[in-house]
């Protein structure tokens, strides 16, 4: 459900002039008002762009009210979970601009097209020690994060954004991003011990659990009314929350909504997609039998987060997927234990195989912060934003204010953050969901160094990564990894631009299909493989991310 912290935008251009006018006029009759939107003395700002699910809302984050304080300005916050990129998409053609959007992802294609079009202003000239110490101040020492934000045309249109946070953070040889696996999976163990059931360790066994979740109807032990146990729910294809972990007993886990996450390099370093494999082929044949059976939550392919969150915390749910227990079961994650990277079924080809592709460490970007024509007086609105920059600001902005989720410094003078014992006990929360109440989307920079200087990791970052490290990392025999931040030229660009949407879109149509109806059957298949081919340019797609990768 879409969530916003104040009054949508104006629809019309009529109303917002009428809007314009009163404040000109309040202000004409010395009412000390500030300045309007695009006066070059501007210090009220319109911002548009996503949050999380969990947040609390912008407009009462305390962190963001003092930073707004500090550099005099006040921000209006127009945030969402959900239906972004379809409200930004009207905004941006009915050119109805805010001043700036923050936390959109804009591509690199977007971002380049946007600034040549106008749309986006070229903040090359304001990224200077005056305007922006802070950020000046990285960008000195990380040359790189400035070539990230640089498009093909030597202009810079949005402020970085990145977290260098993986696996040599608990000791591991080599480093892997802490999102090298995007989602877990997490069975009710209490479940299971009252039919007398282990935890799964293949598919044959979780398909097994399923059926007697179903058949005993377990959700009654919670509460709930008679038949409304739901097996496994899960999202479609969703990062973090989808079902593709569950295709590692086909040794793969795949996520086709991207084609960028579709991508398999192989040892020799050849680029494939996954999605036109024999394996995936079979993976989805077999799964339409769990969703016939009613084993799979036959709303995985249209519910978003809320839902699947409410139905998990009212303990209804035997199997799902999430970062973690607590943000998704509440009350009912000391029920739950995760469940390990689950070998094929038994009696096929697959019963022996289990495995995963690795994600990349997310890349820098300049997509989370972008401002508009509309605005001003930028170079107000980017020395509010330098604060951004800041260690401490970082931190709290990721996590939670001082004093809320950051108790108290060691001897060392790094902070420290709150226990999940002190969190209940403080706020009837815990750590995780105390984050996610006060965590804010944006242009921010987490350096390594900021973990050693100014702040511990959290207890659950080190619990995840040494799960990573320990648990599912072992089963990826191919750790090679596409990297997010490979550089297109204008050409290549212009052909991802072309055909990655479609592609992605049909892929995921024809997935969600065959898990629900059945098949690929012979003639399917090379029909879809042809489909790829021919209509959305797959050939033309894994040359321009070879020549990319290479």
């Not at 479940?191 to 659990?209: C, I, K, M, R, S």
């Not at 004093?403 to 209940?424: C, L, M, P, Q």
Request: charged share 25%; glycine share 10%.
């Amino acid at each position: 459900m879409k969530k916003t912290t104040t009054a949508t935008i104006k629809k019309t251009a009529g109303i917002a002039a009428a809007l314009l006018l009163a404040a000109s006029s309040v202000t004409g009759c010395g009412g000390g008002g500030a300045a309007t939107r695009g006066d070059e003395n501007q210090t009220d700002f319109l911002l548009v762009g996503g949050m999380s699910v969990l947040s609390g809302g912008y407009d009462s984050n305390p962190v963001l009210t003092q930073l707004a304080e500090n550099a005099g300005v006040t921000i209006e916050w127009d945030t969402m979970s959900d239906s972004l990129s379809e409200r930004v998409g009207v905004l941006i053609g009915g050119q109805q601009l805010p001043d700036a959007f923050i936390a959109v992802g804009f591509s690199q294609f977007d971002i380049t097209s946007y600034g040549e079009d106008g749309t986006f202003i070229d903040l090359t000239d304001y990224l200077t020690p005056e305007i922006m110490p802070n950020l000046c101040k990285i960008l000195d020492e990380y040359p790189e994060i400035r070539s990230a934000i640089t498009m093909s045309d030597g202009k810079i249109y949005g402020l970085p954004s990145g977290e260098m946070m993986g696996t040599a953070a608990v000791g591991s040889e080599e480093n892997f991003s802490i999102y090298a696996v995007p989602e877990f999976s997490m069975i009710n163990k209490t479940w299971l011990d009252e039919l007398g059931l282990d935890v799964p360790t293949n598919l044959t066994e979780l398909h097994d659990a399923l059926v007697a979740f179903k058949e005993n109807d377990m959700a009654t032990r919670n509460g709930n009314a008679a038949g409304s146990t739901i097996p496994m729910s899960t999202g479609y294809d969703q990062w973090c929350w989808g079902q593709e972990i569950f295709y590692s007993g086909f040794g793969f886990t795949n996520f086709t909504s991207d084609v960028c996450f579709d991508l398999l390099v192989d040892p020799d370093g050849s680029v494939e997609f996954v999605s036109a494999s024999d394996k995936y082929r079979d993976a989805v044949s077999y799964f339409h039998d769990w969703y016939e059976e009613g084993l799979m939550d036959l709303e995985m392919f249209s519910q978003d987060t809320n839902q699947l969150i409410a139905k998990c915390s009212a303990g209804r749910v035997g199997v799902t997927t999430w970062w973690e227990k607590e943000e998704i079961l509440g009350d009912y994650a000391d029920d739950y234990v995760f469940l390990p990277p689950l070998k094929g079924p038994e009696g096929t080809k697959y019963a022996d195989t289990c495995g995963l592709n690795l994600r990349a460490a997310p890349p820098i970007t300049s997509g989370n912060l972008n401002i508009t024509s509309a605005c001003g007086n930028p170079e107000a609105l980017l020395k509010y934003f330098d604060q951004w920059y800041d260690g401490e600001t970082v931190m709290q902005l990721q996590y939670g204010p001082i004093g809320i989720y950051f108790t108290e410094k060691d001897e060392n003078g790094v902070w420290k953050s709150i226990t999940d014992e002190e969190a209940r006990e403080k706020f009837g929360k815990s750590s995780g969901e105390l984050k996610g109440l006060y965590e804010v989307y944006g242009p921010r920079l987490v350096l390594p160094e900021y973990y050693n200087s100014v702040f511990y990791m959290e207890d659950r970052a080190t619990e995840r990564l040494e799960y990573l490290v320990n648990d599912w990392i072992p089963y990826a025999e191919n750790k090679l990894t596409y990297p997010n931040d490979v550089t297109f030229t204008s050409d290549e660009l212009d052909t991802i631009d072309r055909y990655k949407a479609d592609f992605s879109s049909q892929v995921a149509e024809y997935e969600g299909t065959w898990i629900k109806n059945g098949g690929p059957t012979d003639e399917e298949w090379n029909s879809y493989l042809s489909m790829l081919k021919d209509n959305c340019g797959m050939d033309r797609l894994l040359a321009v991310y070879q020549d990319a990768y290479d």
